[in-house]
C-alpha cells in the first residue's frame, strides 16, 4: 500500500488479534471463535431455492434493481419499521452494508472542511469512510450537543455494534428534530434491527420518529444477519427520495450494481419471515449461554440489549481478557477496536454453532 493510501486510513485492526487466535487453536478441543460476527447457520431453503431458480441471468443487472425486489424491500418497511407510503423512488439495493458504509461520504461529495460524526463506540468503518473522502472523523456521545458548524453527515448505529445498546423512540425524535434544525443528514446503521432481546429497536423511518416525512433521513439495513445472507452481498437503503435519487445516479455511473440472483434470493428473503424466526431462536438460546457463564466467570455484561454481541468486561484491560481466554481456547474481539471508550471490554459474538458455544460455556465453567 503506498504512503499516500495507508495515511488515509486506520491500521487494519484485525491482524493484532493473530497471536491470540494461535493460542486459540492450540487448546486441545480447538477454538471457539466469538471475534467476528459473521453467520455459520445454513443459508435458508426458501433464499437458495429463489437463487438457483434465477440463476441463469446471462444480461447485467440494474443497480436499482428489479421491480420485484424493489417492491420486496418496499413491502418489509412498511411491514416490519412500520415506515408510511415507502415508494420505489424511496429505496436502494447496496451491495452489503459495509460498501455504503464506506463510500457513502464520497459519493454524497464531502470532503476537506466537511465532518462526519458517528458514536464514540462504533464499527470502525464509520471512521474509514469519513478518511477516504477527506472529510474530519468526529465522535460523539449525544449527538445534539455536537457543533453542527460543518457537520453533514450524522451516524446513528441502533442497536449498536458492539455495545448491543438501543436508542429509545424518545431519543432518535430528539436528534432527527435536531439534524433538521440544523441541516445534518441523518444516515441510521439499523442492520441489527430485528436482533433485540430486551429492548424492541424503532427505526428512524417509524412515522411517530420522522413524522411521516423522509426529509433528511436514510436507513441502512442488510440481510447478512437475520437471513445468514452475508456471503451473498446485499443490503440496502431506504429514507429521502431525493437524496436516493441522487445516489442511484452515482452508483450507476460506477457501475454498483448486486448479481440478478443474488436479487431474486433478497427479494424472497425479505417475504420470508418464518427462517427469520428460526434463526432469532437460535441466537437467543446461544446469547443466554454465553450470558450465564460470562457471568458465572465473573465478567459483567453492559448494554447487550439486543444485535449479536455481548459487550463484556472483567474490569481490566481488553487485551489482558483477549489473552486471559484465549488461553481457554476462546477467541474474542477487544474492546478498543470501537474506540478508546472500550478499552475495558470486549465484544463476544453469538455466531458460532450451538455445539462451540457450549464448548466455550464448558471452558468458562
Known amino acids: 500500500m503506498s504512503s499516500a493510501v495507508s495515511s488515509r486510513l486506520p491500521a487494519f485492526p484485525w491482524d493484532k488479534l493473530e497471536p491470540y487466535k494461535a493460542t486459540a487453536r492450540a487448546h486441545q478441543d480447538g477454538i471457539?471463535?466469538?471475534?467476528?460476527?459473521?453467520?455459520?447457520?445454513?443459508?435458508?431453503?426458501?433464499?437458495?431455492?429463489?437463487?438457483?431458480?434465477?440463476?441463469?441471468s446471462p444480461g447485467y443487472p440494474?443497480?436499482?434493481?428489479t421491480t420485484d425486489l424493489r417492491d420486496a424491500i418496499t413491502g418489509w418497511c412498511e411491514k416490519r419499521l412500520g415506515a408510511v407510503d415507502v415508494k420505489h423512488t424511496n429505496v436502494l439495493p447496496i451491495v452489503g452494508s459495509k460498501e455504503l458504509v464506506a463510500w457513502l461520504p464520497t459519493q454524497l461529495g464531502l470532503g476537506a472542511g466537511d465532518k462526519v460524526a458517528y458514536p464514540r463506540l462504533a464499527y470502525p468503518t464509520y471512521e474509514v469512510g469519513a478518511r477516504l473522502c477527506g472529510a474530519e472523523a468526529v465522535v460523539y456521545d449525544d449527538?445534539?450537543?455536537?457543533?453542527?458548524?460543518?457537520?453533514?453527515?450524522l451516524w446513528l448505529n441502533s442497536p449498536s455494534n458492539p455495545t448491543g445498546r438501543?436508542?429509545?423512540?424518545d431519543e432518535l425524535v430528539r436528534i432527527v428534530a435536531w439534524a433538521r434544525e440544523h441541516g445534518v443528514l441523518i444516515a441510521s446503521d439499523e442492520c441489527y434491527l430485528e436482533l433485540g432481546w430486551e429492548a424492541d429497536p424503532v427505526s428512524v423511518l417509524h412515522p411517530d420518529v420522522c413524522g411521516g416525512?423522509?426529509?433528511g433521513l436514510i436507513a441502512v439495513h442488510s440481510l447478512s444477519k437475520r437471513s445468514n445472507f452475508a456471503g451473498y452481498r446485499l443490503a440496502f437503503l431506504a429514507g429521502d427520495e431525493q437524496l436516493v435519487g441522487e445516489l442511484l445516479q452515482i452508483r450507476k455511473h460506477g457501475g454498483m450494481m448486486t448479481a440478478a440472483p443474488v436479487q431474486a434470493a433478497a427479494a424472497a428473503a425479505l417475504r420470508d419471515d418464518a427462517h427469520v424466526q428460526e434463526q432469532r431462536a437460535r441466537y437467543a438460546a446461544r446469547r443466554t449461554v454465553l450470558r450465564d457463564a460470562l457471568e458465572a466467570h465473573g465478567f459483567r455484561i453492559e448494554h447487550s440489549e439486543a444485535s449479536l454481541y455481548l459487550w463484556a468486561t472483567r474490569g481490566e484491560g481488553c487485551w489482558e481478557t483477549v489473552a486471559h481466554l484465549a488461553e481457554l481456547g476462546i477467541l474474542v474481539a477487544?474492546?478498543?477496536?470501537?474506540g478508546e471508550a472500550g478499552a475495558q471490554f470486549v465484544r463476544v459474538a453469538?455466531?458460532?454453532?450451538?455445539?462451540?458455544?457450549?464448548?466455550?460455556?464448558?471452558?468458562?465453567?
Open 32 to 56: 471457539v471463535d466469538l471475534s467476528v460476527g459473521t453467520p455459520v447457520d445454513p443459508v435458508p431453503d426458501v433464499i437458495q431455492k429463489a437463487l438457483i431458480a434465477a440463476a441463469d
Open 166 to 169: 438501543v436508542l429509545s423512540q
Open 143 to 153: 449527538p445534539t450537543q455536537l457543533d453542527p458548524t460543518d457537520l453533514k453527515l
Open 213 to 215: 416525512t423522509y426529509e
Open 62 to 65: 440494474t443497480v436499482w434493481g
Open 334 to 338: 477487544p474492546g478498543d477496536f470501537y
Open 350 to 365: 453469538l455466531t458460532a454453532t450451538d455445539e462451540r458455544v457450549e464448548a466455550a460455556a464448558k471452558r468458562l465453567s
